[in-house]
């Protein structure tokens, strides 16, 4: 497939806003400001990018046997990398219990795996929905392989294999822009005045120990899926057509997402951030996180990358190379 620029651009704005939401968690803290800043960021970043993952899956010329080596391979190697450092989070080796971000190169694989075998029944997609707003009744569904955000992250995976997005384009930009502030709004003012706590835009804790009724949690949980949906469809309206320098970033989203907690966390060890000081904060997590983000980008990273899995399928696949980086990463 013939890489288009509006993907590049959209993948490079949502990465810098995986980076931004990590900065303002280890660096500012969970609470306020920061707490309302990242309820705003967690609506959409993750539902878009796992639409564009679907989206790209289709042009995908990787087998199943070497999407399940290259997405288990860097899961154990940077998983494990991160359960090593100073910053892991417990318990420190557990390979069946994601660190920070890597989870989502287990919910790659499952949707990748499980997606061919749904995506022929009727109304799957409906269905997905209601599947992902049950599973926050179930305290099983956590951490443990990434199953409750794999659960609740399927609906957009389904819509991106499914809907075409150059039809999303053609939505008038203008009232996209309009409809995506208006969602934005909703979203801050939900927060802001406690309806749906922070803890729910993770998908990553049932509704229990997000401090929530099932019925209300339910309700929550289906009010932010149809934001998510309306806020995708408006991005996708909006990413710019052009080539521009920063352009780069969306084509190297892969090693910027393995690596970002690192400069983070390292930066968050030798300078502490007064928590009051909202503003200058702000900026501080903004400049880091264009920094990080561009220079993570550099190709030879990449290429770096790319290397590590070729040698690595080879080994395990030796009938098979993998010559680029899977399509959802492209």
Not at 19 to 43: D, M, N, P, Q
Not at 128 to 156: E, H, K, N, W
Not at 164 to 193: E, F, Q
Not at 277 to 291: D, G, K, T
Request: aromatic share 12%; proline share 5%; net charge positive.
């Amino acid at each position: 497939m013939k890489r288009k620029a509006e993907i590049d651009n959209l993948k490079a704005f949502l990465i810098f806003m995986v980076v931004l939401g990590h900065c303002f968690e280890f660096l500012c803290g969970k609470k306020g400001v920061y707490g309302t800043l990242r309820a705003a960021i967690y609506s959409f970043h993750m539902p878009a990018f796992v639409f564009v993952s679907g989206y790209l899956s289709r042009y995908s010329k990787k087998t199943l046997p070497q999407l399940t080596v290259i997405y288990l391979s860097t899961y154990l190697i940077f998983n494990t990398l991160y359960a090593l450092s100073p910053w892991h989070i417990s318990p420190r080796i557990n390979i069946f219990l994601p660190q920070i971000v890597y989870w989502y190169l287990l919910s790659l694989l499952f949707w990748r795996i499980g997606v061919p075998a749904l995506s022929g029944i009727r109304f799957i997609l409906p269905l997905s929905v209601m599947l992902a707003v049950y599973a926050g009744v179930l305290p099983q569904a956590d951490r443990f392989l990434s199953i409750s955000r794999t659960i609740c992250l399927l609906p957009f995976f389904l819509a991106g294999c499914t809907i075409t997005a150059d039809r999303i384009r053609h939505m008038n930009k203008a009232l996209s822009a309009v409809i995506l502030l208006g969602c934005m709004g909703v979203t801050l003012l939900l927060n802001l005045n406690g309806v749906i706590p922070l803890k729910m835009y993770t998908y990553w804790h049932s509704y229990g120990s997000s401090g929530v009724k099932n019925l209300n949690g339910m309700a929550m949980r289906s009010v932010m899926l149809l934001l998510a949906f309306v806020m995708v469809a408006c991005l996708i309206s909006l990413a710019p057509s052009g080539t521009y320098r920063w352009s780069i970033c969306g084509k190297n989203t892969m090693v910027i997402y393995l690596l970002h907690m690192f400069p983070i966390k390292v930066f968050g060890s030798l300078f502490k951030l007064q928590a009051e000081n909202h503003s200058l904060n702000i900026v501080i997590c903004i400049l880091l996180s264009a920094v990080i983000t561009g220079v993570l980008s550099i190709p030879v990273l990449s290429r770096l990358y790319n290397g590590m899995t070729r040698r690595i399928v080879k080994f395990f696949l030796p009938d098979q190379r993998a010559s680029i980086m899977p399509s959802m990463f492209r």
